[in-house]
């Protein structure tokens, strides 16, 4: 699996964080680029949404899971 720069740097700050929080992002993005480069990654399964908790930068907001964060998942260290 190919990953760009900025996504190499997004995950390693993600695996070196306890909680495994994608935010605060490292890399400065623009928003647009942060939602591609955000969304590639959860394609390929590398960071996954979780319930966010009132400290967290939320992702998104769903309707039934209400407010969402991003954490990298254990594929995200290999």
Known sequence: MTLSDTQLVV??????????????????LPGGAAAKVLGALLKKALVKEVQAKREDTVWREDKKRGRLTLRATPAAFA
Do not use: G, H
């Open 11 to 28: 995950l390693s700050a993600a695996c070196r964080r306890a909680d495994r929080s994608v935010y605060p992002l490292t890399a400065k």
